[in-house]
């Protein structure tokens, strides 16, 4: 017997020593072609006709061009009884010759002609742009990571947005509700019902904190109206969020109901019942023209 052939019986002899009783012994090939039986193996079968279908998503800024078409009949009616019920107040009151309604006219013309002059402070307006974004935040229960603001624009990053928060700096004049807290403020420790006596030449003037206030609304309105007229042209993230047209419908319509409620306020002859006579007129008016085109 050769050495190779003793090399061999002895190797074999070894494996088969090794293997367990009952259970033949596993060939010691290197590629072996089949798992041992001690190994699991997952089989998997497909059904190549079979395709996953995805939910069927509707884009939200699809939606709310539906819901802007459908808030535009109800703004042209608001516009429409807004100026019935003004034509009535000044043919039949004194409010627009009272000193409140006055000064506040003074107050926004001083704004305007300072606005069309060039003088914008764009740091004031987007300081409460932003402060307008985190309130709403806040007000949402979310909560504010980052807030910048500089003269060419600025940004706020919370961990919520939603309409109210995207839109709110559009409807909302900031520094008008700064003033009015302020106002409030203030007279809890001043009385703010004295009157200064202040002459001019041959003019003189009775100025007081009430007359303060009305024309610095003026002024801060006409800053919120001017800046959010001359920014909505542009393009605005904040708008696009929601659809732009959807935005614009909707910013149009809640500061037209802010006017309203502010002038229905402010004018005495012009009761909350007569409001909703006038809007309800116009209303049948704008649903038998639709019924019409129909």
């Not at 307006?125 to 603001?149: N, Q, S």
């Not at 203030?186 to 303060?212: I, P, T």
């Not at 001017?226 to 500061?255: A, C, E, K």
Request: glycine residues 8%; proline residues 5%; hydrophobic residues 50%.
């Amino acid at each position: 017997m050769s050495a190779r052939n003793q090399k061999l019986r002895a190797s074999t002899a070894v494996r088969k020593a090794a293997a367990p009783r009952g259970r033949p012994a596993v060939p010691a090939a290197k590629n072996a072609r089949f798992p041992v039986r001690d190994r699991k193996v997952r089989l998997q079968s497909k059904n190549v006709a079979y395709r996953p279908t995805a939910p069927l998503v509707i884009p939200i800024t699809w939606l709310n061009t539906v819901i802007g078409l459908m808030l535009l009949p109800v703004a042209w009616v608001t516009t429409q009884t807004f100026f019935t019920l003004l034509g009535r107040s000044a043919e039949q009151d004194e409010v627009w010759r009272t000193p409140p309604v006055v000064l506040f006219g003074w107050g926004l013309v001083v704004w305007l002609a300072a606005f069309w002059a060039g003088l914008r402070p764009r740091y004031v307006y987007v300081l409460g742009h932003e402060l307008t974004h985190a309130l709403f935040v806040l007000l949402c229960g979310g909560k504010i990571h980052d807030l910048r603001v500089t003269a060419e624009g600025g940004h706020v990053v919370t961990d919520k947005n939603n309409l109210l928060i995207s839109l709110s700096p559009y409807f909302v004049p900031f520094w008008s509700l700064a003033a009015v807290t302020a106002y409030g403020l203030l007279g809890m420790g001043v009385d703010l019902g004295s009157v200064q006596h202040v002459r001019l030449g041959e003019w003189r003037l009775s100025l007081g904190m009430d007359a303060a206030l009305s024309f610095v609304l003026g002024y801060t309105w006409g800053l919120h109206l001017s800046f959010t007229l001359w920014m909505v042209t542009r393009d605005q993230p904040d708008l696009q969020q929601n659809g732009t047209f959807f935005s614009l419908v909707f910013i149009y319509f809640i500061n037209l109901v802010l006017i309203l409620s502010l002038f229905v306020l402010a004018a005495p002859g012009v009761a909350s019942g007569d409001l909703m006579d006038v809007w309800l007129h116009h209303l049948r008016g704008v649903m038998r023209w639709l019924t019409v085109l129909g």
